[in-house]
């Protein structure tokens, strides 16, 4: 049981190139996040998903798309780099059984994400 | 729109004492969650410990305790016994239904031999 992976670890961007952040897991979460970090700040949510075929817009969802066609997968897409998205991204996961009680949230290990 | 503060940038303890980390947070909402999150240098986000508002009764976990104050918004952390392994960036957060997770800025714990 791996939990919650993501890919790449660290990734060098130039502006105006796209790329996609990769996040699997394996606990049968029906609930996925994408988080991200600045610097001396806390997590900031992006795209969260509820379950396959559905996602939502978070706190700073400009500049990023989402999907989520598997439970096990919410890859994280930024089309146009710009400096601002100069980061450390999170993905997470939880278990929600749909009565309005939240489970924890688990998190990956984080992708590193430097924009120039 | 609800917003988590943490007035306490930085703070240090010295190994084996008690330190309590401040959080205080704004909502109208009366059904919601409290988390407070360890991030270590590794950058991995680690759960400490979860309150549920509609509990009275503190949540706790081994060495980790919070005193939640639902009246006024306020849940700090009590760190007993400190080690060395506990110096980390600790995040409070706050979620209520449907998702939206807010954090604070965070505390800097460094724990001293």
């Known amino acids: 049981n791996a939990g919650v992976t993501q890919t790449p670890k660290f990734r060098i961007l130039k502006i105006g190139q796209s790329m996609t952040l990769q996040c699997t897991q394996d606990?049968?979460?029906?609930?996925m996040y994408w988080y991200r970090q600045d610097p001396g700040m806390g997590l900031k949510l992006i795209y969260y998903?509820?379950?396959?075929?559905?996602?939502d817009k978070g706190e700073v969802p400009n500049g990023y798309n989402v999907s989520r066609s598997t439970t096990e997968d919410f890859p994280l897409r930024l089309e146009l780099a710009a400096p601002s998205q100069t980061s450390v991204y999170f993905c997470?996961?939880?278990?929600?059984?749909?009565?309005?009680?939240?489970?924890?949230?688990?998190f990956g290990p984080g992708t590193r994400l430097l924009v120039l | 729109a609800q917003t988590v503060t943490q007035s306490q940038p930085e703070m240090s303890v010295q190994e084996a004492e008690t330190v309590t980390l401040s959080c205080t947070y704004d909502t109208s909402e009366n059904n919601y969650y409290l988390f407070w999150y360890k991030q270590p240098p590794s950058r991995q986000m680690i759960l400490v410990i979860r309150?549920?508002?509609?509990?009275?009764q503190n949540a706790t976990e081994n060495r980790f305790s919070v005193n939640f104050q639902k009246a006024a918004k306020s849940f700090s952390l009590k760190i007993s016994d400190s080690q060395l392994g506990d110096t980390a960036m600790y995040f409070c957060a706050f979620m209520k239904p449907y998702n939206d997770m807010r954090f604070g800025a965070g505390t800097r714990l460094t724990v001293k031999p």
């Open positions: 606990m049968n979460h029906n609930y």
């Open positions: 997470a996961s939880s278990y929600s059984k749909g009565t309005g009680k939240q489970e924890t949230q688990y």
């Open positions: 998903s509820v379950g396959a075929g559905i996602t």
């Open positions: 309150q549920e508002a509609y509990k009275q």
